[in-house]
């Protein structure tokens, strides 16, 4: 038969090393599966008696309107909070808002910043060349014509215009 190691001791009884070692240091014989186990329900629940332990309070979900504001405000109460317990729970719902933000960002429903930067420069750019194509277009072509057809080309080269952005932004994220 293999030789048992303390190692296998904590997977067993799933305890760890301190806890193992507090009990050989009380005289029980950590070798025996029935003393061990014996020991370790007699120590009953893991809360120390004078533990703070804070109320928990429900989110007002009505006031979250991005992830972002909910990590600032979870940053804030770890900040505020005196109970390492609650500091572990906060921080496990970090890492959930990672989670999902990174879920969200893989979906399509979160854009990166940087992203939408160069998007709005790419429309904003694609604007400014119609706007001087337009200006530049027109006025030969307006020469000598009456006011009304000259509103008719205006308001026509305008909804060309509008409509290329239009495409242009429409193509943004896909």
Known sequence: MPKRTKADLLKVH??????????????????SDADLAAHL???????AKDAKI??????DLSSIE??????AEIERL???SEVHDDIKIYKT????????????????????????????TRVCSAARAELLKLSSDLPPRLEGLPAS???????SSITDILTRLSDETGNLYD
């Open 14 to 31: 799933g305890i760890t090393r301190d806890q193992l070692n507090a009990a050989a240091t009380k005289g029980v014989n950590i070798w």
């Open 41 to 47: 329900r007699t120590l009953g629940s893991r809360i």
């Open 54 to 59: 804070s109320k928990p309070v429900a989110p």
């Open 66 to 71: 991005s992830p972002e504001q909910t990590v």
């Open 78 to 80: 770890i900040l505020a």
């Open 93 to 120: 719902k970090l890492e959930a808002l990672k989670i999902a933000a990174n879920v969200r960002e893989l979906t399509g429903d979160l854009v990166p910043v940087g992203q939408v930067k160069a998007s709005i």
């Open 149 to 155: 057809t000259m509103s008719a080309l205006i308001r």
